[in-house]
């Protein structure tokens, strides 16, 4: 088997607009296709109740995600390994590539890359080297130069600006909803909250949906009312900053409420990725404090140690990276490390604390 193979098939899936059709035969649900890529249910198997879970992109890698899994390094092939075989770590993964091939073709009718090796005409590419260079340079230029629109904090006076009673009910008082700014949008009937930039300047607003049928009424439980790059950003950075430096510590939280509830408990060092797995500029972002800084991950309850660690190696190896893991099982699945209150969370902070590597 050779690494052309692989890319060819990627190519005419593409060509053959097939990746539905593959997700289908994978035995995932709900497929549907959104401008840049399809998405899909996890199969039965997997007890996933979310509609959106599986992605997979249609760039020339099809590079693939499993959101409620933490698993956003794979491609194609590792999706199928994963879905197909049980196929859970990288290793594992890696080893099964050649299986994942040959699932792809059968299903497909791929004849000609089963047996044998199909192999177009050789090409010499000299400067191969030279443009792998060139594009590592620009990505790093990329890194130092993008940010997203920003808004006046006038933005808001659209808005009734008052703390909302569900999350009252979630336990977060009225006076942390306040230094969030926890409103309400009455045109999209959802509780909404601004997003800042690491100069605390505004570059979305978020909202959440106030009925618990979501699902069923296809809505989103949580949508961004100004759309924006939020790869760029670390939700709560401008107020989190002073305390990391201080504790010389960042905890590293999925969601925005887990940063509120986190910060009304005392633990102000923390913010939130605004999803599961961390981009190479948040990474970034948190590195360019220096080495002193100690990382601690702490991801909701239905994320794996390998997802966990998977987010720890963007960290490299010079730096100390702690992941918080519920070894004594305090929380149910899917909760966030803060949903349990406030003595549950610091027993889980104090006792579930790892390193991962140094």
Not at 47 to 55: A, G, I
Not at 152 to 171: A, F, K, S, T, W
Not at 229 to 248: D, G, P, Q, S, V
Request: hydrophobic share 35%.
């Amino acid at each position: 088997m050779s690494n052309n193979d692989l890319k060819l098939i990627k190519d005419k899936i593409l060509e053959d607009g097939k990746v539905g059709e593959l997700l289908d035969l994978m035995g995932c649900e709900y497929v549907d296709k959104k401008n840049n890529r399809y998405e899909a249910q996890l199969p039965f198997k997997f007890e996933s109740p979310n509609k959106r879970s599986v992605q997979v992109y249609l760039n020339e890698s099809l590079s693939s995600r499993i959101r409620t899994l933490g698993e956003s390094d794979i491609d194609i092939y590792g999706l199928v390994s994963y879905i197909v075989f049980d196929r859970y770590s990288e290793e594992e993964r890696r080893n099964d590539l050649p299986k994942a091939k040959r699932w792809i073709c059968e299903k497909l009718g791929y004849a000609e890359f089963i047996n044998g090796s199909y192999t177009p005409m050789p090409t010499n590419d000299h400067l191969k080297w030279l443009r792998e260079v060139k594009k590592q340079r620009k990505k790093k230029r990329n890194l130092e130069n993008v940010e997203n629109q920003i808004y006046e904090d006038e933005v808001l006076d659209q808005y009734i600006m008052m703390p909302h009673q569900v999350y009252i009910d979630e336990g977060i008082a009225y006076q942390t909803q306040g230094e969030f700014q926890i409103g309400y949008d009455l045109k999209s009937q959802r509780i909404i909250f601004p997003i800042h930039n690491s100069f605390g300047e505004i570059v979305s607003i978020k909202g959440r949906t106030i009925f618990d049928n979501y699902e069923e009424l296809d809505i989103y439980k949580f949508m961004y009312l100004i759309n924006f790059n939020k790869m760029i950003e670390l939700y709560n950075w401008h107020r989190a900053l002073f305390y990391i430096l201080e504790t010389k510590e960042v905890i590293i939280y999925e969601g925005e409420k887990t940063c509120w509830l986190s910060s009304q408990y005392g633990f102000r060092n923390c913010v939130a990725i605004s999803g599961d797995d961390l981009s190479e500029w948040q990474v970034y972002m948190i590195k360019g404090l220096g080495s002193d800084i100690n990382t601690v991950i702490a991801l909701d309850k239905d994320k794996s140690i390998e997802a966990v660690k998977k987010q720890a190696a963007k960290f490299g190896k010079t730096r100390n990276v702690y992941a918080l893991w519920d070894s004594k099982n305090l929380y149910r699945d899917k909760e966030s490390p803060t949903d349990r209150g406030e003595d549950t969370f610091k027993q889980f902070y104090n006792e579930c604390r790892f390193k991962i590597h140094n």
